[in-house]
């Protein structure tokens, strides 16, 4: 039996949209290959996930085109506005004249005519011979916020997006975007789980009236870039035992009690079914309390995913 999932209802501009507040990641450590992709995105159909998060830079953007025009085939789907698809601007074009290219680069990876959601995958301008992480320091340079954001409003405006928003970005860089945007990014897709909590970024976020969405909700455990330690967490441990629940369901359910969407990766036929099972119980007070004062951690900082260049271990150290 397929689990419906329960959707936040946005605005973006004039329009409205619903986010399934649980989508499935599709980015994998290592690269789980075209094949494996596209083969757990039509399992993920048949479970129930409606929501997908790709980006040019996860190369999974073919695979899950071909897997949504199968799950048509198949009957699983009955037309592609039962699904919610996002995808990401890479660094290298963030440039204004390069973005409405680059998103029909996307659609056409997709086999779609349109975005659910396009987001700037990180506040940052990479020069374009950049091909492998971590990047030298005369390659990387701060986002034209103003300009890169008229490029993506164009990419709404011309239907190609009903929505647009942001990734990875601060309350800082959120101030400096609301200045001059027309249209109000919808969403800041940035880490959260019970070890990064995100409270006074969510609480920008909510009084400016931008949705969360949670990456790395497990703590991106087994991959290059995350650890085990939300999965392997005493507190959340003892929490699962007591209710007969998974660490994984007691982080997704915590993140869909605080009002965020995530969006955890399995392409494992049980647990990406499991990371569903997550809406027909609650946490009672005292679980939530107990989470709410776990030590925090960043897991994914800019210099760790871009170099540790002196100005990015500042935007590092800057308070959210
Ligand atoms: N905007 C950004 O900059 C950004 C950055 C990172 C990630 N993301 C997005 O967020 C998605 C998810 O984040 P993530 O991949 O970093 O980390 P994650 O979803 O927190 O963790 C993924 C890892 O957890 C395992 N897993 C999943 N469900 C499990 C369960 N129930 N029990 C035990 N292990 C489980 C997965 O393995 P199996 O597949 O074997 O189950 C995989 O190794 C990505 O795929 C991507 O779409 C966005």
Partial sequence: MATVVPGVALSSGDDLITIPVIGMGTSSSPPAGHEATKAAIIEAIRAGYRHFDTASMYRTEQPLGEAIAEALRLGLIKSREELYICSKLWCSSAEKELIVPEIKMSLRNLQLDYLDMYLIHWPL??????????????????????SVWEGMEECKNLGLTKAIGVSNFSSKHLEELLSTANIPPAVNQVEMNPLWQQKKLREFCKAKGIHVIAYSPLGASNTKWGDNRVLECDVLQDIAKAKGKTTAQISLRWLYEQGVSSVPKSFNKERMRQNLDIFNWSLTEEESNKISQLPQRK????????GPHDWLLELDAEDI
């Fill in 125 to 146: 301008k990479l020069s374009e011979e950049v091909h492998q992480m971590p990047v030298k320091k005369e390659h990387i340079f701060p986002l034209d916020i103003k």
């Fill in 299 to 306: 897991g994914i900082t800019f210099a760790s995913v871009f």
